[in-house]
């Protein structure tokens, strides 16, 4: 089946800790997105990639690291700079950047 | 900076009827929109698009309605069934970079 995987599904990290939540896509698509969701809120950008080994800022990339060294991967690391990390954290992908985005299934982290 | 809104953060409807959540756009410019479903706890679900060059366009159960003189944007749902209980999002693709997405509709349906 082609998707987008994300992984874990549920994440619990201590303040302080960097944590790095996994992305990943068999779809040959070549951008690919990381957004932020609170809740009851919309979507907002974190990163995203248009093609490997490059990624813009999005809205909010403060306290956010990315790479991109495969077209199939866009693992995100959330630091210990980011002061309010407990959210739902969403990938998606696009085969360019105007056309439509699949999102994955989301991690959930949670700062203790 | 510009965004995508919605009108209505929650809409409840019974079983059968006829569903309309709306959406609101600032940018001219956009020419690309999205409707997203998301179920708690998962990712949004594609529904449907249209391009700035259409007014309608139809899927199974949906239709998507765009109005560019207003910037107005809907998702009209058929025969509502339990199933399409979820939080609906509006998006637009301004610069063909990433979406801008509105706050959400939440859709009851009650049976």
């Known amino acids: 089946d082609g998707g987008i995987t994300q992984s874990p599904k549920y994440l619990f990290r201590k303040e302080g800790q960097n944590v790095t939540l996994s992305c990943e896509q068999n779809?040959?698509?070549?951008?690919m997105y990381w957004y932020r969701q609170d809740p009851g809120q919309g979507l907002r950008l974190i990163y995203y990639s248009q093609i490997v080994n490059d990624f813009q800022k999005g809205d909010i990339a403060e306290g956010y690291s990315v790479s991109r060294e495969k077209k199939e991967s866009f693992p995100l690391t959330v630091t210990s700079a980011q002061k309010n990390p407990t959210a739902f954290y969403l990938c998606?992908?696009?085969?360019?950047?105007?056309?439509?985005?699949?999102f994955g299934p989301g991690t959930r982290l949670t700062v203790l | 900076g510009e965004s995508v809104g919605l009108h209505l953060p929650t809409l409840s409807v019974q079983e059968g009827d006829n569903s309309i959540i709306n959406c609101a756009y600032s940018?001219?410019?956009?020419?690309?929109f999205i409707w997203y479903k998301q179920e708690s706890g998962k990712g949004p679900q594609f529904i449907i698009d249209i391009r700035s060059n259409m007014d309608k366009r139809q899927g199974q159960r949906v239709t998507v309605l765009l109005n560019k003189t207003v910037k107005h944007l809907s998702l009209q749902i058929a025969a509502t069934q339990p199933g399409d209980s979820a939080v609906y999002f509006c998006?637009?693709?301004?610069?063909?970079?990433?979406?801008?997405f509105g706050k959400g509709t939440t859709l009851s349906v009650s049976s």
């Open positions: 998606a992908s696009s085969t360019q950047g105007k056309d439509t985005q699949y």
């Open positions: 779809l040959n698509h070549d951008a």
């Open positions: 940018n001219s410019a956009s020419d690309y």
């Open positions: 998006a637009e693709n301004q610069a063909g970079t990433a979406l801008i």
